[in-house]
Structures are given as C-alpha cells and as structure tokens.
C-alpha cells in the first residue's frame, strides 16, 4: 500500500472527508523535483497573475538562456532588470527573482539533495529571508516539489474554502482555528490540503453551473 493509499484511509475516517475521498479518487499529488531556486523563482512568476501568464513570463525568460536547462543563478545577475521586465515581471518580482539567484549563489538557497535532509521548520525559516518569499510560498514548495506530507498552508485561499464548503458554513475558517482542527490530520496534511483544493474546485464548478 501506497504512502498516498494510507493516508486516504486516515482520512476517510472522519466522516466529512469520507465523502469528498470517494467522489474524487485517489490522490494524485506527485512531486515534481525540481531544484528549490528554480521552484522558488516558477512561484514569484504565479504570484497574483493567472496560470497562463505566468507560463507565459517564464517561457520568456527561459527563452533568454541559451540551452534546454532553467536560467542559472549567475546568469540571472548577470541579466540587467529591463529584461527580466522585458518578461512581463512587475518590479517587485524583478527583486524577488534576483534575490533568489544571490540567496542561491550565496548558499542560502539549498539544493534538492541539501534540502531532503532539512526539517520543513528549518526550510521554512531559511527561505523566508528571501525578498518576495513568505511561508506560503515555501510551503508550496514542501508539497509540490519536495513532496513534504505533513504541511497544512492554512493561509491558502482554497484551502480554507474547500473546508468552509466541507462544512457548508458562512464564512472560511482563520487559519489558527484550521491548524488546529488539521492536527487530526497529522501526518498526511498535504494530503488533506489537496483534497480540499479538490473540494474549492468543486465548488467554483457549481458557480458556473448556476449562472
């Protein structure tokens, strides 16, 4: 059995989420391995745009280096602003992104093998540091790349609107008050976290249905 399999099983415990497991399946989270700077620098890129764009302004600046691979670090310092701008990066995310690439020639940034062997809670204080980088955004990068189990984002929008329509209540959950009903979900909270963005994307389909 799966690592992902026993952790539905927890969750189909509680008798909210046994539902919503059923009707969505099996989880499918895979996490995609990438070198954190470079996860790092694909969320600054996300950061209130839609999806699409920001595809769009990181194909542009992987489109200034020559090769297959991610723009490296000394290349992003060596860039002047007005290309990164020339992206479609606002000025802020200019900063942020040349931050990252001197937090990582810096070694702040760890490595994929570096950060396997660190605790989420040290990942997370270390990367904060960052300019344009807050803990959200570090968790992200627990679950989706380097595939962290035990991480509730409690701040994140679709979480806590996928546990508000769980719970057919008015208004979302504050975050202390999710954390603390998520520690019943340990050691599987990505899992949970996931299942309900599956939940808040339920939820927006039946928006659309109903207009």
């Known amino acids: ?37 470079e ?31 991610f723009p490296s670090a000394e290349f992003v310092l060596a860039l002047p602003p007005e290309a990164l701008r020339g992206c479609g990066f606002s000025g802020s995310k200019v900063l942020a992104i040349q931050d990252i690439a001197a937090k990582t020639k810096a070694g702040l940034v760890p490595s994929l093998e570096e950060a396997a062997g660190l605790k989420d809670a040290a990942l997370i204080e270390r990367l904060v540091a ?12 627990l679950i989706f790349t380097l595939g ?20 057919g ?18 050691p599987w909270r990505s899992i949970a976290a996931w299942y309900l963005w599956r939940a808040a994307d339920e939820g927006k389909k039946v928006k659309v249905s109903a207009v």
């Not at 969320?43 to 595809?55: D, S, Y």
Request: with cysteine; proline share 6%; glycine share 6%.
């Open 169 to 186: 209540l008015e208004a979302q959950p504050k975050p202390k008050e999710l954390a603390s009903i998520g520690e019943a979900w340990a």
């Open 130 to 141: 960052i300019r344009g980088v807050g803990r959200w955004t570090v968790e992200m990068l």
């Open 39 to 69: 996860a790092l620098i694909r969320a600054i890129a996300h950061q209130q745009v839609h999806g699409r764009a920001a595809e769009a302004m990181l194909n542009r600046f992987r489109a200034l280096y020559e090769g297959e691979e």
């Open 148 to 167: 962290r189990a035990d991480i509730l984002p409690v701040d994140d929008f679709g979480v806590r609107e996928g546990w508000r329509l769980l719970n």
């Open 1 to 37: 059995m799966s690592d992902w399999q026993i952790a539905e099983r927890k969750l189909s415990r509680d008798k909210l989420f046994r539902p919503l497991v059923k009707r969505i399946g099996p989880c499918t989270l895979v996490p995609l391995e990438r070198e954190p700077y």
